[in-house]
């Protein structure tokens, strides 16, 4: 079963951070402008603003590293393709602004106070260039023509911020750079590359600053890997209109991750929208599961178009799935907006070759070795999938998707079923399945002191790891639970108690600085109540959407290989709940509160039975020693027993 579902896309000008500002070219960037980001988590690139499966893209991007999957010094350039519109597009782009996010790994000094980042555009490069260091000349060796950007980020970097800071420059609006539509070419793709400086001449490298780090693992498209830059805006047939390119992806590094470095707004001239078959000639998807059968080929992938009469959302209770069960051939899917913007790909996230999205509240049974159809997907902040009219494309496996409806597979015509199932028109959801488990922790029975361990587990970007575990005791102060993620090394995570039903019961998170885990989530029946029985626990990244119910958890956090791991902590030695142990003096047997002949009768009810409450010398077995031991302490009226 693969998994290498993507969320690629935001509304145009959704960029870097919610913060921006005016900049000239060449003008100083005041240092207190910038927005402090923990460089260790991933800082609002594309994929972590949304759901799904974002990290796991057709991106490389080349970029010189030091050490051996870490981040060392000295890292200070980043070169990869853009792609502008996608084949089929035409016409000069006009950026007109960018943005950026770097990292400081030391210190600065005053040596290097003063910052310069410079973009340069080529005319022609590799894209398939799949090294991670130099020579920089192996990509853009066709090169004949190149433009380029220089910004100044002024001074008063010198000890200004702590090493492994991360700094995210919001739009920062530049004198408009001409790139020519002979300057794209008809693939629409240019090199780019950024480097930062600590001169004016830029010729001196910013040593502390990186203004590129890794994300998510390399997938394979076909027999090779495809590092189409991401370029990202809203697409309409009018023109010109408004997009942002995005510089973003690369490859792993040691289990972290990072993402955003550099974003550029422009105009420029989208393709026009394919040919579609309407999924329902009239009105909007019905309630229930609406299914089409047909072909596709690399030369003709299928398209169709189909629209939400109201949100498939969490808020609304609602959801969309769409699926390829019950294809005979392999395919590859893409969803669109209706005005040509790339928003998800899938690659086999249902069972076996089969594709699979999941919008909205969660959570219905797998097919197979699918994956639950859980609501894991979702655009920006929605939490779903808005009303409206979308596009959708199946393609042979190996496709690639891009904006401005791009596709690109050479592959050989394959049949196919997709299949779309929704209750946006207002249909009752039907009861939630249960978590599909990562570990069960019941397998040895409820848990007993001192508790149990959860496996250590690499969490993929917005993955969820689910256990079960079962208490025989209430929660109190005497026998209190407590749950904890010790040992995980994920720059903060969330971890989430849910009952039987699905209802949420507690939850913990850690959303700051550094390798800090969630607070324990304890239960001592004071502040929090935890009443015997079979319980949930979700373990993920920091941020996340869930509703409170139906075990609906959805991280939007695109971290990606940490570890996540941790304990329910129990204190109670023994499931066996007797009478005698409520005061813990064995003599008044039935606990009345007093020694008296009720406790003998209860004592050989309990002996006779061979029940391990009669083990009154702590043998572990049932025998005549256990009632001498017990009239020693009977006879004594308890004197001189512990707890009487």
Known sequence: MKKNGLLLALAAGACVAPAAFGQLVDQVVPVDREIRVDSARHPGSVASEFGGYGERVDLIVYDRRGGTGGFGVGQTALQDDIVFGGPGASGDITINGLALYIIQRIVVDAANDHGFVRFTFFDAYDSQQQATGGPWADATAASTETRVINLDLGTGWAGAYSPNTGLNYGMVTINPLLLEDAFIGLDRAVGCRVEMFADATFTTAWAPMVPALSVGALPTVGTSVDPIQLQRGVYTQLSPVLYDWFATGGPPSAGSVRGLWGAFRGTGYPAPRPDRELVNATGCLADGVTSRSASASGAAPKWYTFCLNTDATDTMSQFLDIDTEGSAGDTVV?????????????????????DQFSFGIGRRAAVGDGLQYDGRDTLAGLKGLPAGEYDFVVAPAGATFDNGWAV?????????????????????????????????????????????????????????????????????????????MAGSNSYGN??????????????????????????????DGVTRSLPAGTYYLAHTYSTTDTTGSRWHVRCTDGDDGWTLTGTVNVQWETCVTCAWLGDNCYADYDNSGGIDGDDVIAFFADWDANAICADADGSTGVDGDDVIAFFTSWDAGGIGFPGC
């Open 408 to 484: 690109a597979s050479a592959a050989p015509s394959t049949s196919f079923t997709v299949n779309f199932n929704t209750n946006t028109n207002g249909a009752s959801l039907a009861p939630s399945a249960a978590p599909a488990l990562t570990a069960d922790l019941d397998l040895s029975g409820p848990i007993v002191a001192p508790g149990v361990a959860l496996p250590t587990t690499a969490t993929p970007a917005y993955g969820v790891n689910w256990y079960r575990f079962t208490t025989c005791r209430d929660a109190s102060t005497e026998f209190p639970v407590v749950v904890d």
């Open 494 to 523: 969330t971890h989430i108690v849910f009952d039987s039903s699905g209802n949420e019961v507690a939850r913990e998170n850690y959303t700051g600085v550094g390798q800090v885990n969630a607070p324990d989530i304890t239960f």
């Open 334 to 354: 893409a969803l669109y907006s209706s005005t040509g913007t790339l928003l998800m790909v899938d690659d086999g996230s249902g069972s076996g070759n089969n």
